[in-house]
């Protein structure tokens, strides 16, 4: 098994860089933009917040000085005080239910903003070259799908728009303080570069570790993810020791970038509540030092003091919340990253995409091909593929059999030569035409969480009736062990069919294949794991199947190709020999040696 922890490329460059967060912002916009009509109520209901904010303590600084009178003992007028706190109480209800709704409807709208970026980062990946599965591991791009956007969708909904508000309740209160005391205001903002210097350096060092947890989740994912899915190899080989090793690996490295990226956050917070509480106590000696000078009223000083108060509370939720933005800029980074990748596999602007289907005439013409530059691993193929033939491709292991295929279907594009088909460049067809022209069988049988029928009509959902899913089967000789199962067509699968043998898996997806009516079958290796008695039956089914198509068979078991048209033997890129069965036979070269050794032929 592929060791858990090897290190594979990251998109998007190196992950522990800090990035504009201002770039990203402006990139997330956009999304909210859609809803600018929801977006202006809940900045009204934000403002109506904020208007709470600064009319309470002014009330209560009012009560004060106009319903309590010490100058001959203290008395209270209570018919005043009671108007006072009927207009303080209507006012909290007012805020609280503008808060509710500015709360219910950033919900919303952040819901809806992460249920956009799923839908793009879906509908991006099924448009990925094969390559970026190839070369990002599964656990990272499912952090990225799930994790990454979840932390969007709470830092730009809760986040944002607490920012935003208490911003505005900032400007408001700093005017109100300037119209009840100058000097005393002058004395808080005293604390604002403070706040915003520490903000800044805490925030600039904790971003580089918010963006290394975030990097370290996706890998601890891919460990998780791999090792379940290898779950049989590693008790088997008795593995159990390494797989903790590497997950204790993944793990701690988690461990370590969230401990620091919490750690260096959460400095900002005692800080802030130090400064916080040293400005309250110098307002409150101040002020009340001006009270007893006659400069300030008590009640003007109360309100003050609320108001200090209420003004500090904002800078450290600003800072707070600055914690939450810095997580939903890393994960929509990463997101972005991923809808950023540009697939080189590509519709033409004039692709072509007739109305009939293709015939299956395939050929060849002096491919090469590398994976990477620097290993070629087709080297000037060429052969002729007629419609209803058979054709077979042989040879050892990485001579490039399934590089054929995946190059007929566009997984890949050839980097000399052509592949033509009916005549036309694949590269001039339209991608969903070409690959809805071909039906494929792979080695290792992929199905769905799905009933037995729609697993099988998959290949082609307009034609979905049980009778043709029945149909599918017989020719693929499943309709026996289907008809055994608890529900027949309609038991439902496990993931990856794992209710199933390994060769009713394969069997159900050559029935699939057979459903699709593609003119062109693709089968690579998709007899290695069925019995004797029924590949000699999925012969016969074969046979019939292959009437006016054109069929490519991958294969190591030479007695499933007997009966092929033409047979191609690889060998390091290239094809050595080509011919029947009985003329390779007859050569006494690579094929021949092959049929000897796994019929030990003496």
Known sequence: MRNPMAQRPHIGGTPEKARSNRKTLLRLLPYWKEHWLLMTGLLLCSVASVGV???????????????????????????????????????????????WAQEFGMTWVSQQIVAK??????????NLDVNYYDTNSRGDILSRFSNDAELV???????????????????????????????LTGLVCLSIPLVLLLTRIIVRRSRRFFDRQQVALGKMNSVVEESINGLRVIRSLGREEDWRLSFEKANTEMRLSG???????????????????F???????????????????????????????????????????????????????????????VPKIMDKKDAVNPSADVKGHVVFDHVQFGYT??????????????????????????AGKTTLMNLLSRFYDVDGGRILL??????????????????????????????????????????????????SARLAMAESFIERLPHGY??????????????????????????????ILVLDEATSNIDTHTELLLQKAIDNLTAGKTCFMIAHRLSTIRGADLILVMEHGQIVEQGTHDELLAKGGVYKGIYDAQFDVA
């Open 117 to 126: 970026l799923r839908r793009q980062m879906m509908d991006h990946l099924v």
């Open 53 to 99: 904010t600064l009319a309470a303590p002014y009330l209560i600084g009012r009560t004060i000085d106009d319903c309590i009178s010490v100058t001959d003992g203290i008395s209270i007028d209570y018919p005043l005080m009671s108007m006072y706190l009927f207009a303080l109480a209507v006012i909290y209800v007012l805020g609280s239910l503008a808060s």
């Open 259 to 277: 401990t620091k990226a919490q750690i260096n956050s959460g400095l900002l917070m005692p800080m802030l509540r130090v400064l916080d509480n």
């Open 422 to 471: 009916d005549g036309v460049d694949v590269r001039d067809y339209g991608i969903t035409y070409l690959r809805d022209s071909m039906a494929v069988v792979l080695q290792e049988p992929i199905l769905f969480t799905d009933t037995v029928q729609n697993n099988i009509c998959y290949g082609d959902p307009a034609r979905h009736s049980l009778e043709e899913a029945q149909e």
């Open 490 to 519: 309609e038991t439902v699968l496990l993931r990856q069919g794992e209710n199933i043998s390994h060769g009713q898996k394969q069997l159900l997806t050559i029935a699939r294949a057979i459903h699709s009516r593609a003119p």
């Open 279 to 341: 400005t309250y106590i110098l307002v409150a000696v101040v002020g009340g030092m001006m009270a007893l000078q006659g400069a300030l009223t008590v009640g003007t000083i109360q309100s003050f003091l609320l108001y200090t108060r209420n003004f500090l509370r904002p800078v450290n939720m600003i800072a707070t919340q600055m914690n939450s933005l810095q997580s939903a800029f890393a994960g929509a980074e990463r997101v972005f990253d991923m809808l950023d990748v």
């Open 373 to 398: 530059p620097e290993k070629q691993i087709l080297k000037d193929v060429s052969f002729t593929a007629l419609p209803g033939q058979v054709v077979a491709i042989v040879g050892g292991t990485g």
């Open 153 to 183: 969708k709470d830092g730009m909904g809760q986040a944002l728009i607490q920012v935003v508000t208490t911003v505005v309740s900032m400007i408001g209160m700093i005017t109100t303080m300037i119209v009840l005391s100058p000097s």
